[in-house]
């Protein structure tokens, strides 16, 4: 049994970790970032992928013409997406960095971070300057595209997932607690991956938090952003009570 450090809570998992997000859609995903950029009459050619992870959806943005540098305060996850940029042989570079202490010395049309990403910033004031630093990095006219998890979806427990057919190459099983005091959502996930004869077990623990829309909409207004606009997870619609993740779109 292995456990993922505490500094680097995706250590363990880097190397399945696409295996696990096989059936996750990045070409709609880039579609949809695109639908809004379409709709704010924002073009971008140079993009940021922001906590990237091991690069797919940089891979697909660089292999639809986009300019990409792609950042994670993992190592472990950098040092799988730099694996699939040399066997891809795509031009994207990558960088172990935080969110919070982002610090490229280069400036992009768009900043984009996706499926909830932002939410394992547990800090609030780590969280702010995250949204301070992405608005520096970013030229006039750009547009910082995020999505976060709501306090709906950590109360609903939809991080509860199974996968333990014995057919599957990698089966997990993860429990989410969810805190309002706090806001933290504490998930306990296991994992079980074939190798060769045998199978290996490990286990992670993430924790999210839980941002209030008025807390990011103040968060990104203090940091720099005139204009902020939500929207629920893949439409053009606002955010209901229900929605289990929003679309922040900020515009510099």
């Known amino acids: 049994m ?40 924002r073009p971008a050619q140079k993009v940021l992928d922001l906590c990237c992870g091991t690069g797919n959806l940089s ?20 040092e799988q997406a ?10 994207v570079r990558y960088y172990v960095q935080d969110a919070a202490e982002l610090e490229l010395g280069e400036t992009f049309d768009l900043i984009v971070s996706l499926f909830d990403s932002l939410n394992n910033i547990t800090a609030p004031a780590r969280f702010a300057e995250a949204m301070r630093r992405a608005y520096q ?8 595209i995020f999505d976060l998890n709501t306090e709906y979806a950590f109360v609903r427990k939809f991080f509860d997932q199974t996968q333990l057919d014995e057919r599957a190459p990698l089966r997990y099983r993860w429990r989410s607690q969810y805190d309002k005091a706090t806001r933290l959502c504490t998930v306990q996930m ?10 290996r077990y ?10 209030s829309e008025q ?3 103040t ?29 922040y779109v900020a515009l510099r």
Request: hydrophobic share 40%.
């Open 219 to 247: 968060m990104l207004y203090d940091a720099g952003f005139p204009e902020v606009h939500l929207f629920d997870a893949y439409t053009l619609h606002p955010p209901e009570r229900r929605s289990d993740r929003v679309f």
């Open 82 to 91: 730099r694996r699939k940029a040399q066997e891809n042989r795509s031009s």
């Open 59 to 78: 891979e697909l943005m660089a292999m639809s013409g986009y300019t990409v540098v792609g950042v994670d305060r993992s190592a472990a996850m950098i």
């Open 190 to 199: 296991e994992f079980w991956v074939r190798e060769g004869e045998t199978e």
């Open 137 to 144: 990095h970013l030229n006039s006219n750009g547009v910082f």
């Open 2 to 41: 292995t456990n993922s450090s505490a500094s680097d809570p995706f250590s363990a998992v880097a190397t399945y970790y696409d295996l696990l997000m096989q059936s996750i859609p990045y070409l709609w995903w880039m579609h949809y970032v695109e639908t809004l950029l379409d709709y704010f009459d």
């Open 202 to 211: 490990f286990t992670e623990v993430h924790t999210q938090r839980a941002y």
């Open 215 to 217: 807390e990011v909409r």
